[in-house]
């Protein structure tokens, strides 16, 4: 079974400044996704960013990008530019092919980031 | 609102006691999963379906819990005789064919007594 890994239960950073969120995974697939969502405390998870493992070049959505280092299994996500709305949970986000036409997403534990104004 | 819906948004129960939550994915969504969520953590997987099939059930999925998607649209999670250790956010997400994005509604908190 594939392991999704966030060694950072919590980070703090000041508005304005940049903060990366570490994340490993584990799997013997070439082929999968991986996502970074963002749960707000309202609690509804929010789809931040989306990574091919096929593609080499690193997703970028405003703010938000990756560094995907696949051959190290690694998926850190940078936020620029924090603002206060992005104090939330992150989830890093594992989806591969199971078998049988089934996929599975695995979620990692999350990292709470809180943005100090 | 076209996202994923779910209801109800909080469930008290009595321990013992049968409850029933419900899930509206995005319409032209045929994929669906389950997931539970506690407090701090991240969700665990319970069951996944791709239109009425259920294809995936995790083994953290007692006898107690059953899952169904009669027409492959909306979907049920029953947990039946509930404990004090089903007390969690169980959420639900769909996504369309092919490995897709999974989108989320906003939850159903359970709480058992």
């Known amino acids: 079974a594939q392991t999704v890994t966030q060694s950072q239960p919590e980070m703090s950073v000041q508005e304005a400044e940049t903060v990366t969120l570490s994340c490993t995974y584990d799997?013997?697939?070439?082929?999968?996704?991986l996502f970074w969502y963002k749960q707000p405390p309202s609690r509804q998870m929010i789809l931040v960013i989306r990574q091919e493992a096929y593609k080499q070049q690193n997703a970028t959505e405003n703010r938000f990008s990756v560094n995907f280092q696949k051959a190290a299994k690694s998926f850190s996500l940078k936020i620029s530019d924090s603002q206060l709305g992005d104090t939330a949970m992150y989830f890093c986000?594992?989806?591969?092919?199971?078998?049988?036409?089934?996929?599975?997403?695995?979620f990692g534990k999350g990292t709470k980031l809180s943005v100090i104004p | 609102d076209t996202g994923v819906s779910q209801n109800p948004r909080h469930k008290i129960t009595k321990r013992g006691q049968n409850v029933t939550f419900r899930c509206d994915p995005i319409?032209?969504?045929?994929?669906l999963y389950w997931y539970r969520q506690t407090l701090g953590q991240g969700p665990e997987f319970l069951t996944y379906?791709?239109?009425?099939?259920?294809?995936?059930k995790s083994r953290l999925l007692s006898d107690r819990f059953s899952a169904e998607r009669p027409k492959g649209s909306f979907s049920t999670l029953e947990i039946q005789r509930t404990e004090q250790g089903d007390s969690a956010m169980y959420l639900c997400a769909s996504s369309s064919t092919g490995p897709r994005t999974a989108f989320f509604g906003q939850g159903t908190r359970l709480t058992v007594v």
């Open positions: 379906f791709q239109n009425e099939a259920q294809l995936e």
């Open positions: 319409s032209e969504h045929n994929r």
């Open positions: 986000a594992f989806l591969e092919y199971s078998g049988a036409g089934s996929y599975q997403l695995t």
């Open positions: 799997t013997s697939e070439n082929n999968y996704y």
